[in-house]
Each structure stands twice: as C-alpha cells, then as structure tokens.
C-alpha cells in the first residue's frame, strides 16, 4: 500500500512542479518552486525504489536526493524572505550539495556495512562517519530555513505576505517533525512501517503552499 503511495506521490511532485512553471516562467519564485517539486518527486522515487530493489545503490540514491532537496528548499527560502539570491550564497549552497550528492555515492561514506534496506531509505547496520557529517549538514540546513522564515514572519507589516511566511513556515515545521519520525525516530525503534511517509507530507506542504 505504501508503495503505491509513493508512485502516486511521484506523479502529483512532477505534476505540481510543471503545473507552477507554467503560470509564470519568469517567476524566480516560481523557477525555484519547480525545481524543489521536480527534485522531491526523485527523492520519493528513490525512496519506493528501496523497496523495490533493497541495495545500497538506492538507499544513497535518496540520501544524494536529499541533499539536493533541502538546498533548493534553502534557496527557495532566501528568494521567500530576502527578494533575491545572492550569488556568493548560490554558489556556495549549490557546491554544497553537489557535494554531498556525489559523496553519498563513496563507498563506506554512508555506511560501512548494510545489514538490512528498507522501503523509505532506512536501513540497519554499520553507520559511516559521512553520515554523521551528512546529518550536521541537513541540520544547519532546515535549522537556518526555519530561522529565515521565522524571522522574516516576525517583521513583516504586509499582513498578506506575513500570514503566506507563516503558512510555508509552520508547514516546512510540519513536514521536518514527520521526516525526523520516519526517516530517523520510528527506524531507531525498529519500527520500518511507515518508511516514505516523508515524502508524502512533503507533497501535501508543497501542495498547500503552492
């Protein structure tokens, strides 16, 4: 069930992300939006395919996805609250996740050893010290985009573009607790159940705010 779930989850991140382009082309707001939509519609991708096929080619696929997903959500970000991306930022969130993109792929970078693979990304055995590094990065990540959003919410006098920052605020807040139960909580507990449910309350944030 869960996995077609995540199939129908796909389509509706790849739907969404052409659907907003479509409105205005020009639109940086929009660009970026597209290109987060696009990347997570392959991060849920990745993530059904570690139940279809539970190898560690995958399983890093989703941690290399991700990578790319909560940079472009950071770059959304700074388009959302400051107006503009500053290119000095640009480069430097972007070398960042390519990065970590192809670190995922290292062998030993996530982990030494794969015991078991699960639907979602989950996995039981020997954690590599670039998960530890891969982890901080994704932290420093959401912690700096809620501040930004936050932040931006609180001095805000427009009353229609402070209600729209707390609205992306609360639901990226929303999103990052379901992510932390699946992806990091519930696994620890050995609970795999409900692997890839992030994607799905990802979507269900994208499409409210869309």
Known sequence: MVKIILLITVFFNLFLSFFVITQDRKSWNNRFFFLLSFL???????????GVYATPFWLESTYASGSLVVSTGLMWTFILTDKFLN??????????AIFFFIASFWNGFIAERYDAIYLGGAFIGKPASG??????????????????????????NDLRVKSQLLYVFYGALVSLVISALTSFILPSLSIFTLGGLDSVGFLIFLSFIA
């Open 87 to 96: 290119k000095k930022k640009l480069i430097f969130v972007s070398l960042s």
């Open 131 to 156: 998960l530890i590094i891969y982890t901080l990065f994704f932290l420093f990540l959401v912690i700096l985009i809620l501040y930004k959003l936050f932040y931006a919410s609180r001095k805000e």
């Open 40 to 50: 997570a519609g392959i991060w849920t991708f990745t993530n059904y395919m570690t």
